[in-house]
């Protein structure tokens, strides 16, 4: 068995930089520079790793969840920030591009966004 004493997530982006201010100054998440890339800490959650890469390639998946008490104030937030949300085929997304789960019973509220290095990341509520 696998002994640990920790663990947190991490992914790639092709300009720490342009990162950098997209998560600290447009979504206000706390960084920290940590000489090999960047931690986000995420009220709640393990630290995120994300670091530079060259020949970086967005996953074609959510790589980050943001849990938030209200998806619509959240939604409208990145909206004004000047954020656009994401519409995928399937998803039964409303006009504000929310997948309305809760009131299927077919799992969370959620809503998903790109990050500048085109990651895709999701406000979520349960």
């Not at 997948?99 to 990341?121: E, Q, T």
């Amino acid at each position: 068995m696998l002994t640990t004493t920790g663990g947190f997530s991490g992914f790639s982006v092709n300009d720490l930089p342009t990162a950098i201010t997209f998560y600290r100054d447009t979504l206000g998440v706390k960084v920290l520079d940590t000489g090999m890339g960047i931690q986000l800490d995420v009220t709640g959650g393990a630290p995120v790793f994300v670091y530079d890469k060259p020949n970086h390639v967005p996953a074609e998946f959510t790589v980050l969840n943001f849990e938030v008490a209200d998806i619509d104030v959240a939604v409208d937030e990145l909206v004004a920030a000047g954020i656009e949300i994401q519409k995928y085929p399937g998803t039964n997304q409303d006009d504000k591009g929310i997948a309305r789960g809760k009131a299927a019973n077919m799992g969370p509220d959620i809503a998903w966004f790109l990050d500048p290095a085109g990651n895709i990341l999701s406000v979520l509520c349960n």
